[in-house]
């Protein structure tokens, strides 16, 4: 039994910790199984990590294109092809892939720690008969105490999608403008002249909104040129639910109809957003894209918080806009020599790219 207060000691600056995971667990999002790994210590917790199983097609990160639709055709006739069993460190639902220490582990016995944990996630992928196993996202720079333990035991580093944040080192939003360049700050300013006509509601529930928003949801990652896991109302609901006074959806309407809505996490430090989902014919011309990143920092400003999360992907507009990028890799590892020869030639190939439309 894992207690939620043994389980977040070792994620102290975390946000997506034991509440999260457990929204997570009972969304019931199709292909997945749950799992959480941890090394005590005379009864304590002393490391630990998520981890899930599920069936990892290669081409997942490819770009739309000539390849992953041959792979796709090829897989239309035989459902196996290039499909492996996947044991994963991290979670598909989480910003990165923190392994976490209580806070009294002395840094001298952590690479043995994570051994230890790495070993026993081994152990269940083989005892469940996952072929291929992996880390996902931990971000970068890799502590050094973690990097020799992952080389010695045959792991192959691959390069993940970055992740985006904004510093709030400004006190208003026209010193946040005046950090931007003369160019963005018009296009910004011509974007929002339409704000008055969008009525803007914080949530901290969806009520009879939720298959609306579900809507808005599946439309936008029906999009989205990468498609892993398939978030479900439950995860929706259950987040604003088992996350109150951490949680909220901004929501954005055009005449009474619900156009856009945003999925955010807090703390007193940070804010993240975590899904952005828009009627893109009917919302385009309101810049609602837009209109939802100055209202994060609006509340960022209101609530004194410093920084602005605001994920993967996209990247060159949220650059434009002031962010900044935080490196994430990934590792893996074939039980097959062979294999795994073959996955770490092409791993360059199936790299995670950045998919860089936005919702404008």
Known sequence: MLGRDAWNACFPDDIETYDYLLTVEDAGID??????????????????????????????????????????????????????????????????????????????????????????????????GCSLMALKDLPRPIPPHIEPVLSSTGYAEIGGMPTAWLDIGFATIDEYLATLSSSTRKDIRRKLRGRQQVRVEHRAEFGDLLPRVMQLYLATRERSDWQFEELTPAYFDGILRNMPGHSFCTMYFVDEELLAANLLVHDGNRLIDKFFCMDAERGRPYNLYYLSWFNNIEYCLRHGIGCYQSGQAYYHNKVRLGSQLTENAMYFRHRNPILQFILKTISPLLAAGDKGRVEA
Do not use: N
Request: hydrophobic share 45%.
């Open 31 to 128: 292909g997945f199984d749950w799992r959480y790994v941890v090394v005590r210590e005379d009864g304590e917790i002393v490391a630990a990590m998520p981890a899930f199983l599920c069936r990892y097609a290669l081409e997942t990160t490819l770009e739309a294109g000539g390849i992953k639709r041959t792979v796709e055709r090829i897989r239309s006739s035989f459902s196996g092809f290039l499909t492996l069993r996947l044991a994963c460190l991290g979670s598909p639902c989480t910003e990165t892939g923190a392994i976490g220490f209580h806070p009294e582990t002395a840094p001298a016995s952590r690479p043995e720690l994570f051994a230890q944990l790495l070993d026993a996630f081994e152990a269940h992928a083989r005892a469940e």
